[in-house]
């Protein structure tokens, strides 16, 4: 056998504790297949499956050197058959889920299909690395017309019976690729050995049917894999008809569980404030073709244009006169309020909701270079900011998943079982000092050579500002919904809305209003 550790069973692990939420996911409101345990892909009838029995446990590697361990789902309702293992690395609370499936169709070929064959990707045997047992990493040889989902871990170098798995026929499949490293023998990622990764579907946004299966790829060489990969994701045929989704009640009942505490810096001199008091407190629409002579926008945005491409036409500004315009631009934290995106993701099988927040102004940037700050005059600065958090929930049960936390122009998914929580289930989220990036955490964060003490400062800490997201929301759009959304005129205003080449363009505008955060 490999280099084992016999006390391996008495070390504590992070993976050796389950997440949960801390509060019980609450009972939603009634109404269609939204959180009802099981969704249907339009022949293919799926569940998930958050409880495992471990498989193998390795030591060492992987994120953190922490190693990894590998699992199989239990708790299988009757009729619904395995698509693949689980993984995760150990340095993280086990927190994960992967689907099953059960085959509802009435085609003569069914949707799934056992594997004609396994093929041994890697095994441990021979691998000087701690671990409680050699393991083995196993692909499914899948039948014409038919592909695999996942691979299988065994302990024992005999092939795992057809029987243990299915596969999936093409048709209910989508093309997958590579995201994130879960675990590799090494420290790093090794582009000639050993690795696994996440999988996700390869197309993602809301017109998108990939569903995410929670499985993994596992394989030795080149990590810059040419795609497709041997192994898909799952396809909702059904997915246009967005049964599995929320209703307008069982929304306002996720906003209100999981919605977000976000603090402003207890020194931010530029807060955030509602559109409304933003148009009502002197904002000026500038047209191009007439720039000397601006207009006040109406407090409902009517006189926006509406519609049409960023051309440069049209911009806003923050009003004429000194005093008006320096208070302005500070902001009012008071009236804020969360404008929420109601997308499908995966097919279907989550929602997210994407709560965005608007800035009158972003204020200067200030560089660490070591142990010295360096204000940096105007850069950073510019006239209205946009920024949001996004909750991704499962449509299984409700719960919540990750939350994506913008920062300037990208952001960070994160873990529902590594962000701080406050009264119950909802999120803390950070704004920074003056530039207004969002983070699960307090502290300083480092855009530059963090390692080394240099870059331009993200300062977040909590204080007596503090908006609730769950107060004062609107929902201001989500396509599925139809009829019983009405957007507001300000939505589809799609030219800046600050002066000169640093000024924003509105949620409309952002690449992940209608794809995937990243």
Not at 181 to 195: H, Q
Not at 500 to 510: A, I, N, Q
């Amino acid at each position: 056998m490999g280099n084992q550790t016999s006390s391996i069973n008495k070390e504590t692990l992070p993976i050796d504790t389950t997440f949960n939420l801390p509060s019980n996911i609450p009972v939603w409101p009634q109404g269609g297949e939204f959180a009802s345990g099981i969704i249907d892909l339009g022949g293919l009838k799926v569940t998930q499956i958050s409880t495992f029995n471990k498989v193998w446990t390795t030591l060492q590697g992987g994120p953190d050197n922490a190693g990894a361990t590998f699992f199989e789902p239990n708790g299988v309702p009757e009729g619904f058959v395995m698509l693949g293992s689980y993984t995760q690395p150990n340095n993280k609370p086990l927190f994960g889920s992967v689907l099953v499936a059960k085959d509802d169709s009435s085609t003569e070929n069914g949707v799934l299909k056992k594997p004609v064959d396994y093929t041994l990707i890697w095994s441990s045997k021979s691998q000087k690395i701690k671990q409680d047992n050699d393991g083995y990493v196993w692909l499914p040889t899948s039948p014409d017309g038919y592909k695999a989902l996942g691979h299988i871990v065994t302990t024992i170098p005999e092939k795992p019976s057809v029987d243990k798995i299915r596969c999936v026929r093409s048709d209910f499949t989508d093309q997958c690729e590579t995201y994130s490293w879960i675990w590799g023998p090494g420290k790093k990622i090794d582009d000639k050995g050993f690795n696994v990764f996440d999988v996700r579907p390869s197309n993602r946004g809301i017109q998108a049917p990939g569903v995410l299966v929670g499985t993994f790829f596992a394989q030795v060489g080149d990590t810059k894999t040419a795609t497709p990969l041997p192994i898909a994701c799952l396809k909702n045929i059904n997915f246009l008809n967005f049964s599995s989704m929320p209703n307008l009640t069982q929304i306002e009942s996720l906003i209100k569980a999981y919605s977000p505490f976000m603090y402003l810096h207890p020194n931010e001199k530029y807060q955030c404030s509602s559109i409304n008091w933003y148009f009502t407190n002197g904002a000026l629409l500038y047209r191009k073709e007439e720039k000397s002579n601006p207009v006040p926008i109406d407090p409902t945005g009517s006189n926006l244009p509406q519609g049409g491409t960023n051309d440069g036409a049209y911009w806003l500004d923050l009003p004429l006169d000194k005093t008006n315009k320096e208070r302005v631009k500070k902001g009012d934290f008071k009236t804020t309020q969360a404008y929420i995106h109601v997308k499908p993701m995966f097919g279907g099988t989550f929602t997210d909701l994407a709560m965005w927040v608007f800035y009158p102004f972003n204020g200067p940037a200030k560089a660490k270079v070591l142990l010295i700050n360096i204000p940096l005059g105007m850069i950073g600065d510019h006239i209205g900011d946009w920024e949001h958090v996004t909750l991704r929930i499962s449509n299984f049960d409700g719960g919540l998943k990750k939350v994506y936390f913008s920062e300037h122009s990208s952001g960070q998914w994160v873990n529902a079982s590594e962000v701080e929580f406050q009264s119950g289930n909802k999120v803390v989220a950070y704004s920074s000092l003056n530039g207004h990036a969002l983070y699960p955490k307090a502290g300083l964060v480092l855009q530059g050579v963090s390692e080394v003490g240099i870059g331009v400062r993200n300062d977040a800490s909590k204080s007596d500002m503090v908006i609730d997201f769950g107060l004062g929301f609107e929902i201001v759009s989500g396509d599925y919904l139809g009829s019983e959304i009405i957007e507001p005129l300000w939505l589809n205003y799609l030219r800046k809305w600050g002066p000169g080449k640093d000024g924003p363009t509105g949620p409309k505008l952002k690449r992940n209003w209608s794809e995937d955060e990243i």
